[in-house]
């Protein structure tokens, strides 16, 4: 639909506006593909520090041995399993927000570490993964010499 701004009155035409219309509309296609689990699932908080980046993870119900980490460069992947639960027979089901199956979640992270040395633990549905920066990507620091 082509908008045109007569006597400057009324809004005039955006491609831009159109644009974020129509990534909306297929954000929102895509977000009901697949309504086991929402976009962004699992939830996850990321901080650094000089050295390191923490990220941390919330798995309610999904057990350690169904969650697979990897990491390249800068870019850690968190994928995992969690079972459909079991339901009485006879039950009416009025609302389903807990997600089963399968999920991957891939993260881009602030600076590349090192894979070898990365430590996750898992407590209480909470992943907490601590990746160290890589020695190569460290700032360094330079010794200025006056002449």
């Given at each position: 639909?082509?908008?045109?701004?007569?006597?400057?009155?009324?809004?005039?035409?955006?491609?831009?506006?159109?644009?974020?219309?129509?990534?909306?509309?297929?954000?929102?296609?895509?977000?009901?593909?697949?309504?086991?689990?929402?976009?962004?699932?699992?939830?996850?908080n990321v901080y650094t520090r000089e050295d390191q980046v923490i990220v941390s993870a919330e798995l309610p119900g999904v057990p350690a041995d169904k969650v697979d980490i990897s990491v390249l460069d800068d870019t850690?992947?968190?994928?995992?399993?969690?079972?459909?639960?079991?339901?009485?027979?006879?039950?009416?089901?009025?609302?389903?927000?807990?997600?089963?199956?399968?999920?991957?979640?891939?993260?881009?992270?602030?600076?590349?570490?090192?894979?070898?040395?990365?430590?996750?633990?898992?407590?209480?549905?909470?992943?907490?993964?601590?990746?160290?920066?890589?020695?190569?990507?460290?700032?360094?620091?330079?010794?200025?010499?006056?002449?």
């Amino acid at each position: 639909m082509l908008r045109t701004q007569r006597f400057g009155f009324g809004p005039a035409w955006s491609p831009w506006r159109d644009f974020s219309r129509m990534q909306s509309e297929m954000d929102r296609l895509f977000q009901s593909a697949n309504d086991s689990y929402a976009p962004g699932f699992p939830p996850v908080n990321v901080y650094t520090r000089e050295d390191q980046v923490i990220v941390s993870a919330e798995l309610p119900g999904v057990p350690a041995d169904k969650v697979d980490i990897s990491v390249l460069d800068d870019t850690l992947t968190i994928k995992g399993a969690r079972a459909a639960e079991e339901r009485p027979e006879g039950v009416t089901m009025h609302r389903e927000e807990r997600g089963s199956g399968e999920f991957a979640r891939t993260l881009r992270l602030p600076f590349r570490v090192e894979a070898s040395s990365v430590d996750a633990k898992f407590e209480n549905g909470v992943l907490e993964i601590t990746l160290p920066r890589a020695e190569a990507d460290r700032p360094k620091r330079i010794a200025v010499h006056g002449a």
